[in-house]
């Protein structure tokens, strides 16, 4: 029973911040470098950032560079992303992925995939 929840999102005004969760559990989260994508409508699904298995290596989006903030909790099976300083164009359905790869690479075939949660960031 592979599976990745998240939660976290929700409707914030620009400025704000939101902290998204993702909950993994049927494999062995050590093993894999998890990644968080967005999709807004009508657009392209977009790598946001990526932590590799012991959390040595991030990636970011330009895009979200200095306002996003990744981070994991092997013992938790838990992987975070701290969203500061949102803006209009955050708004997305915000996804998280796992990889199994020692580094996290954004443009990688990620093998497990969560449902995803609604980010609305509007005044």
């Known amino acids: 029973q592979t599976r990745l929840v998240e939660s976290g999102g929700g409707l914030v005004q620009p400025g704000g911040s939101l902290r998204l969760s993702c909950a993994a559990s049927?494999?062995?989260?050590?093993?894999?470098?998890f990644g968080w994508f967005r999709q807004a409508p009508g657009k392209e699904r977009e790598g946001v950032s990526c932590i590799s298995i012991n959390g040595g290596n991030t990636n970011y989006a330009d895009s979200v560079k200095g306002r996003f903030t990744i981070s994991r909790d092997n013992a938790k099976n838990t992987v975070y992303l701290q969203m500061n300083s949102l803006k209009p164009e955050d708004t997305a359905v915000y996804y998280c992925a796992a990889d199994l790869s020692f580094r996290c690479d954004l443009g990688a075939a990620y093998d497990y995939w969560g449902q995803g949660t609604q980010v609305t960031v509007s005044s």
């Open positions: 049927g494999f062995i989260v050590d093993y894999y470098s």
